[in-house]
């Protein structure tokens, strides 16, 4: 087991810590992510953070006898971040390969660097493209564009993540953190509900037809009327001063 948990002020973090391996996912970590999610949405944390550690992100799942026998975990797994309420967070320096890259994709926010080596290497394996890679890429940058990258296993670094708007920010190795502390501030000035349920309204219209999604949206606005959040928005824009949400998920 490579994946390491802890948190810290409201953040809960993931990393997985294999330098040998160029942080590679064991077996055994695909079931503790799924654990791991679920503690996290039970939790008081607001943000789940995946991050880079001894200059890389993840070198994607660590192949062996029992890859088989897991693939049920890895699918799970990225399941269980896709339906993840609470927003998503990667920081992201080195590679970010094979699963790993997908895991990025199910990510809210990316922050990375220009050293960033995007790969979806799973062809050059003699695999497919897993951990949701082949619904969210082509949604993300285009079905062409997706076709070159899964297909021929191209890299690709941050900054060319970056023209293709995967990327939340950009910014040199040394600049991570402060970036990363940026966007939770800002995150912290909205209400925590309203982002919850913006997230899942996207989440939920990607399935949808348009008439679906209006009848999600229709019915979440309605009750954020009825939210003190709303009443507190709206009297903050009156007043001409920053609102005091409640930043919980209390509906």
């Known amino acids: 087991m490579v994946l390491e948990s802890s948190t810290s002020n409201e953040i809960q973090y993931i990393q997985f810590n294999d330098e040998a391996s160029l942080n590679a996912i064991a077996s055994t970590d695909w079931k503790s992510i799924i654990d791991e999610v679920e503690k996290f949405e039970k939790s008081e944390c607001k943000y789940l953070v995946l991050k880079h550690v001894n ?7 660590q192949l062996g006898e029992d890859s088989v026998s897991v693939m049920d975990d890895v699918s799970n797994a990225a399941l269980a971040l896709w339906k993840c309420r609470k927003p998503v967070i990667s920081i992201v320096d080195g590679i970010a390969a094979g699963a790993a890259s997908n895991m990025l994709l199910l ?7 220009p050293e960033t080596r995007f790969i979806e290497v799973f062809v050059r394996r003699g695999l497919v493209v897993d951990f949701g890679g082949s ?6 940058v285009g079905i062409q564009k997706a076709k070159e990258l899964m297909m021929t296993s191209n890299e690709i670094n941050g900054i060319e993540l970056d023209k293709l708007n995967i990327l939340y920010k950009l910014c040199n190795s040394s600049e991570l ?5 940026l966007l939770i501030d800002t995150l912290n000035k909205q209400s ?3 982002i919850c349920m913006v997230k899942d309204q996207i989440r939920k219209g990607l399935d949808k037809t348009f008439q679906d999604s209006i009848d999600i949206e229709t019915k979440n606005q309605k009750s954020r009327f009825l939210h003190s959040d709303a009443a507190e928005g709206m009297l903050a824009f009156f007043e001409k001063r920053l609102p005091e949400f409640k930043n919980t998920l209390d509906e």
């Open 55 to 61: 200059g890389n992100f993840s070198a994607g799942a």
């Open 107 to 113: 990510s809210d926010f990316i922050i990375a660097t």
């Open 135 to 140: 619904w969210l890429l082509p949604r993300i």
């Open 177 to 181: 953190d402060s970036e990363f502390k």
């Open 192 to 194: 925590f509900i309203s």
